[in-house]
């Protein structure tokens, strides 16, 4: 279906304002038949004969508004104010170039369902988690792990997280009573983590320090302090009570 062009004007036409209701009527007729079928603004002999009732046809063609042909009635300056055949044809034919090409292309993008494309990258997910959790030190709570990983991976490539497992798992000053356990380290983004302080020797709670503590230095014989004497009184009074 195409839409004919009617000026908002043209009821006041000079051309059109004196026709009466059957000349208007059959001049609107005409030109949606004429743009229906595409002939161009022809019309021919039979098909006036079916529109025209009341000859309104020869008042068209007196104001000019229709001109006679051989065979039929030439819509005068048609193609002037309407649609070519040709045009119309042409903006077909580019419609349907375009919506070949976009089939084309969708047919070309999608290649497999959605729901296998979803579950080859679950399996790949998977295959990916396994890797980590046999680079990573510390193998427990595997199903939280795994949860943790399917979120981690949308947030840095499985191959960074497992490098991070990698060297976490090396790192000479991790303590193995204080590894983090693999979900904890997966939600934290661990695998940003710079190396770890060196380890200090701990004893409990209470830090060793480890610097030799200075011993005072031993007296000799010689410089022992001498006794200080006992009174004489209370040296008799001992006598006394043998």
Same mark, same amino acid.
Request: charged letters at 30%.
């Given at each position: 279906m195409t839409w004919i062009k009617l000026d908002d004007?043209?009821?006041n036409n000079p051309k059109i304002l004196p026709l009466s209701n059957a000349g208007f009527r059959l001049y609107i007729e005409g030109l949606c038949y004429a743009n229906q079928y595409l002939t161009d603004?022809?019309?021919a002999q039979a098909i006036i004969k079916r529109l025209d009732h009341d000859s309104a046809h020869l008042e068209l063609i007196e104001a000019g508004l229709w001109d006679e042909a051989e065979g039929g009635i030439q819509i005068h300056d048609y193609t002037e104010h309407q649609t070519s055949r040709a045009d119309v &044809? !042409?903006?077909?034919?580019?419609?349907?170039?375009?919506?070949? /090409? @976009?089939?084309?292309?969708?047919n070309a993008d999608v290649t497999q369902p959605e729901y296998r494309?979803?579950?080859?990258?679950?399996?790949?997910?998977?295959?990916?988690?396994?890797?980590?959790?046999?680079?990573?030190?510390?193998?427990?709570?595997?199903?939280?792990?795994?949860k943790a990983w399917m979120k981690a991976v949308k &947030? !840095?490539?499985?191959?960074?997280?497992?490098?991070?497992?990698? /060297? @976490?798992?090396?790192?000479?000053n991790r303590d193995p009573a204080f590894t983090a356990h693999p979900a904890t380290w997966l939600?934290?983004?661990?695998?940003?983590d710079s190396p770890l302080p060196p380890k200090s020797l701990r004893n409990g709670s209470q830090r060793l320090d480890q610097t030799p503590t200075a011993l005072p230095p031993r007296f000799?014989?010689?410089d022992l302090?001498?006794?200080?004497?006992?009174?004489?009184?209370?040296r008799d009074l001992l006598q006394a009570h043998k």
């Open positions: 004007t043209l009821p603004g022809f019309l &044809r !042409a903006k077909r034919d580019q419609s349907r170039d375009r919506v070949t /090409r @976009y089939r084309e292309k969708s494309i979803q579950k080859q990258n679950t399996e790949t997910d998977i295959k990916d988690f396994d890797q980590f959790w046999e680079s990573y030190p510390l193998r427990v709570g595997k199903g939280a792990a795994l &947030r !840095a490539t499985p191959q960074i997280i497992v490098e991070g497992a990698c /060297r @976490y798992a090396s790192d000479p939600n934290s983004d661990r695998w940003t000799t014989a010689d302090p001498q006794g200080v004497p006992m009174p004489e009184n209370i």
